[in-house]
């Protein structure tokens, strides 16, 4: 999957509240069983196994087994892949606003007809 | 790190439809568009709602970066909104947020504010405006406690 592509995969999984407080509850509680995770939800199991889904191909959330029990965890370094393209947008505006100051600033208000 | 999405809020001295004008008459945008070093080799840029913009910016080590998308709404002197999405070597536009700019008259010029929404669709976006940021808070507290 390109950078793109798994942007888009985060921002998308991450654009629903249930899932969203899936991410959340794993993240504070660490790894949880999946029938553990799934308590506080008022949505049934293939409910909750169909957010897992997405989750886990978003790279949000990873599953093993441990013997019988079915665990699953967060996996954060996929939401720092969001923060950090948020981050970078930050900065470009933040020049691109600079450069409007310093054209406007450069301009004499009176005369300027737009 | 509290945000719910890109907002960064500007005042600018110069009145809102000067600084309006700065972004939607094509020849005042290529000026400033992209941060400094920047020019402009190639734009296109058909403000009016529903129309298509793209503009390839070219940094002075000669980096080019294209980013193109659609004008939702162009309310003069007040509100702009526009999709936004960088492209790849090919061609091949990434992830799509909106941009919604508001320019409004303050004490010294205009208090600018800029909003990008980062969600997948503007349907989702309707639906959870309340975005992530606890789940960003969860994340940057994980990693303050050198988590992984």
């Known amino acids: ?114 | 790190m509290s945000d719910k999405e890109l907002r960064l809020e500007r005042l600018i001295a110069a009145p809102p439809d000067r600084v309006f004008a700065h972004w939607t008459d094509p020849a005042l945008l290529i000026k400033w568009w992209g941060p400094e070093g920047t020019d402009i080799p190639v734009h296109a840029l058909d403000i009016r709602p529903g129309g298509k913009w793209r503009t390839t910016m070219r940094s002075r080590d000669g980096k080019q970066n294209t980013v193109s998308g659609v004008y939702r709404a162009i309310e003069k002197p007040r509100r702009l909104v526009f999709t936004w999405g960088w492209e790849d070597e090919h061609g091949q536009r990434g992830h799509e947020t909106e941009v919604t700019v508001t320019f409004e008259a303050a004490p010294g010029g205009t208090r600018l504010v800029i909003l990008q929404r980062e969600f997948a669709t503007v349907e989702s976006r309707e639906q959870h405006a309340r975005g992530w940021a606890s789940t960003l808070n969860c994340l940057a507290q994980l990693l303050s406690e050198g988590g992984k």
């Not at chain 1, 899932?19 to 949505?43: C, K, S, W």
């Not at chain 1, 889904?53 to 441990?66: K, N």
């Not at chain 1, 930050?90 to 310093?102: I, K, P």
Request: aromatic share 4%.
């Open chain 1, 1 to 114: 999957m390109s950078r793109s592509d798994r942007l888009d995969s985060v921002f998308g999984a991450l654009a629903d509240p249930t899932r969203r407080a899936i991410v959340e509850r794993l993240l504070a509680r660490g790894e949880l069983a999946v029938g553990d995770l799934a308590a506080p939800f008022a949505i049934s199991p293939p409910a909750i196994s169909r957010h897992l889904q997405v989750l886990e191909r978003a790279g949000l959330v990873e599953r093993r087994t441990d013997r019988q029990w079915r665990r699953i965890r967060a996996r954060p370094q996929s939401l720092a892949l969001a923060q950090s393209w948020i981050e970078r947008q930050r900065a470009h505006w933040t020049a691109a606003l600079d450069r409007l100051e310093a054209v406007l600033a450069a301009e004499t208000p009176q005369r300027r007809k737009t």
